[in-house]
């Protein structure tokens, strides 16, 4: 099962300036509303029945909330509006069900113009992300309520759909056992195969140590892009950016996926799995901004706040200040 939860502006605190031109996103985010002007719209997804299914430490149910606490009190430098969507509850294991709720939430968003950031939640968001991007494309036109059969999809001109994921992991383990966290970009393969379409998967950040020998051979066969933690450094990043922007050159539309295990423990520590070595937020900064330049950009997703293990807030200030950035040149 799945529910929406209301609106709760009450999260969005902080202080006021008394300098002109000194608002912060607590002053400037606006509950969504219909016929709103286009702008960024915050969408969260309580669900860690993902992590929980792939034998995780939950608690990422909690994470859009004190992203929103997180984000309130930083400087607003929008030229656009940016609104709060509510939240999409997964009830108990309901998973599948809320995948397909937070599909059909964001396909609206986009069909009202907006660019959706949905709020994590368990990275089980990213099958959940990309199918409401694959709705929104559709041939049969916005709003898609339920996409099943290969009858539905185009066959000409299926759209150019490229998924750029900060991970430390694959996330490509079998779904046919069971669906996880741990399968997102599995089940999405899955689809574009069953629909004729390419599966474009770019993967920066992967753990060598933290991934099975298995899913590097997968990721091979599915022709992915893959850059380890240990290959993103100051030296090697300039490189690794003309690779990102070779990728999004070859498609269409890009989602771009942050599992907030990417970085480092010591900069992220509130998530299922702690990144032994990680990828700095420093060198993590220049490979978003390069997605968000690209003009391709129709949505974005944070994964694995988990707040009940995070330290002194550090993670969801890590994760609003990637908000922020996101965020900058609307």
Known sequence: MAADTPVNMALWQGRTDPEPDSDRWHQRIQPLANN?????????????????????????AEGPNALRRALAPLAWHRTAPAYDAGNVRCVDDGLEAAQQTLANRLTSLLTAGHLPIVLGGGHEVAYASWLGLAQFFM??????????SKEHVSKTAP???????????????????????????????????EWDWSFRYACLGVSRAANTRALFTRAAALGTLVREDREIDALRLDSIVRDVQRFIAK?????????????PAAEAPGVSAPAARGVS??????????????????????????????????????????????????
């Open 36 to 60: 709103a002007v286009p702008g960024c719209a915050l969408l969260g997804f309580e669900s860690d029945a993902g992590v929980a299914r792939n034998q995780g430490r939950t608690g990422a």
């Open 139 to 148: 041939p049969e036109g916005p709003g898609l309520k339920n996409i099943v």
């Open 159 to 193: 759209p150019r759909i490229g998924i750029i994921n900060l991970d430390a992991h694959f996330d490509l383990r079998d779904p046919a056992h069971i669906r996880s966290s741990g399968t997102p970009f599995a089940q999405i393969a899955d689809k574009c195969q």
């Open 251 to 263: 498609c269409d539309h890009i989602y771009l996926t942050i599992d907030l295990d990417v970085l």
């Open 281 to 330: 937020l420093a060198l993590i900064e220049p490979l978003i901004e390069a997605v968000r330049d690209s003009g391709k950009l129709r949505l974005a997703d944070l994964a694995e706040l988990n707040p009940s293990l995070d330290i002194d807030g550090r993670t969801a200030r890590v994760a609003a200040r990637l908000v922020h950035l996101l965020t900058l040149n609307d």
